[in-house]
């Protein structure tokens, strides 16, 4: 047996192993990195070996009833992206067509390196000459525009103030391509309001030719993140295969410049995946999807073959990594679960729908070795899968059905959801408009300022799920993505339906100390009760009431990059309506200061002690993607009539209690100090506030019809102050905060519903 200092030295040695592996990792990558540079300087980065090949087919198109509920946001709002303009992340609507100050745009005003400007002369020359070229590099927010000559890797944007580097990401997904697909069918199908069908089809064409054109492949502010190459192929790939369904047809030349472009984006995506660091999130699972589509797309080849069984082997992995067993996902958001799940739902469509020779090469790439396999995630070794529903562990039906009810839980009636933690706005893949048209104060149909944009709604989701299942009590007013997701994956569906009696003792469950309570027992309360603790986060409703409380870990395995100083914090709903909303995310890296506002114990619904924060972070660029996780939140019960929860971010404990009785939600905080504290009440943008003339511990909120009164128990007064709201990544409104401010110990307060 070794002896204590022998167990020292070995651990020292392991160290020191460890530290030799990441430093020479590190050389490595730096060398890898500059004589990529060299080679990238030296010659046209555009493949030149590339030979020609024909892209699979997955999808069909969707029946024309499951377009028309959206049939006034297609009209109008491919008009608007044909004339190039654009909202993005809070930009409002932009021209977002390149202005050269001279010469016509056939001409070198793209300034892309010498190496690369013959090639992309000859691509921009097959674009018609009455389009417009989209400008690619430009924050239309701030005006700042990136060098077209920068060479990907050398890009920065954590120096630059006001700066929002997501505006030009954001635009070069091109999740507005689908769009013209359904304008195309439209069309097709005789409607006179939309134009002539092959419109539709030369804008695809000639967005793309001029998105290869302007951005050679790892030059540009378009290269300088994965997930958004990653993304920008999946919604090529989609419109691509939904126009050949539609009946389009491309010409050879164009086919010849797509197809050699989605080889790059895969080669791209494959040479720069997002999976170094502590943890593995949401950047490298749409690293893995769009190298799955990519390799789906592409015909087999050795280097294809190995893409394709790589990233069938990583997304079940991190399908594992990244979603709870209780389905919901470890960012501390629920904005990121619902985009990782979108990221999840497609992918795994995709794989169902893969036909035999894909399937082939998987089994082949197993048994041979020819992959960067880590290891089998078959249960059983040395299996073959006889078909693509074979895939699949048994265990991954379970988790995808578990995230579709915590996707489910999370939903209010009309399918919106409380922002808990980052919201960025983010999707994967966007077939049904995330615009509301809402025509007011007499503008003219056609106004952009009349479609409101919806970044909180589960429907979309839901209603993708429904595609992989074969029957699901799972509700949503859509059936568009039903039908795609349906048809991506061949009509194979998972071959599992959880008993609602085991998914309640999954979700229960999941990860509970022994000396936490968690019952869903019935009993005299109201109340539906739905425990997420892995999440850490509880639900409370009625037909009328969403009441949902956090408390749990902040993210990313204690890293909390995407939470928010949030313990004990709830969110509040009636009827429908937001009335006590968690306020957002605002913005990133282009103002941290907001990003660090936003993100606060002050902005969040729970009890601040004196100016201290739950959770600290450091300063920097990287502080604000990492929290020091110090409040070590614990759930000390959770039933159907009450909830208690505890945390010690402020170095002593703050214990919340929240009890349900009929129409009243009364709560006590206490916090054994006597020094300052405020508890905070964050009201929608739609709620105003009315204080009792009598009593100031009284305040009436009301939002459209309903009036809900809110009680200051212990007898300290409210006070009322200005705040903000942001209901969308780069979106940001006036809102109206209360709070009650005491030194006692234990504070009492309630909210009665009427």
Known sequence: MLNGFQVLIFQLKKYRLRLFQKVLSHLWKIFKQRHQKLCDDARTTYETGFSEAALNHYYTTPPLNSLRPTRKQILQLTKLFRAHRFN????????CNYHPSSENWHGKFHRVNTQNTSESERIRGMIDNDYNPIDWYQDFKSGYRWPEMLWYAAISYEDKA?????????LARMQHLPLFVWA?????????????????????ENQALDFVSSN??????NWACTMDVAIRIVNWLTAYDLFRAAGARFGREFEAVFIRSVYEHGRFIFNNLENKGEFLGNHYLSNIAGLLFVAAYLPNSQEVDEWLTFAVQELIKEVKNQFYQEGSNFEASTCYHHLSAEMVVYATALILGLPTNKLSV?????????TPIIETWLETPGFLAKSTVDLFPRWYYQRLHNIAHFTNSISVANGRFPQIGDNDSGHFLIFSPNYIFSQNEGRPIDDPNNFVFQSLNNNHLLAAINGLFHNTDLESEMNLETEIVHSLAKGNHLPIDIPAKERTSLCKQQGLPAKRRISNQTCSSQFQFSAYPAFGLFIYRTRTVFFAIRCGDIGQNGCGGHGHNDQL???????????????????YTSNPA????????????TLQLEAEEQNNWISGYRGLF????KSRAEVISATPEEFIGEHFGFHRKHNRSVRFDDNTIVVQDECNTLKNKCIFFHLAPDVSLTFDDIKPTKLILKNKDLNIKLYSDSGESFEAFDSLYSRGYGEIEKSKKVCIKSTAQVLSWHIELI
């Open 569 to 587: 914090s709830f969110v509040l709903f009636i009827k429908e309506q937001p009335i006590i909303v968690d306020p957002g995310t605002y913005l």
């Open 626 to 629: 990492r929290m020091e996780h």
């Open 162 to 170: 006001d700066v929002e580097i997501k505006i030009p990401w954001e």
């Open 362 to 370: 998987i089994n082949k790439n197993m048994c041979m070795g020819n």
């Open 88 to 95: 993005l992340l809070g930009s409002g609507w932009q021209d």
């Open 594 to 605: 907001m990003r660090n506002k936003f993100r606060s114990t002050r902005m969040h619904n």
């Open 216 to 221: 050679p492949p790892r030059f540009g502010v």
């Open 184 to 204: 195309y069918i439209f069309a097709e199908n005789g409607d006179s309001d939309f134009e002539d069908k092959t419109i539709y089809r030369k804008e695809f």
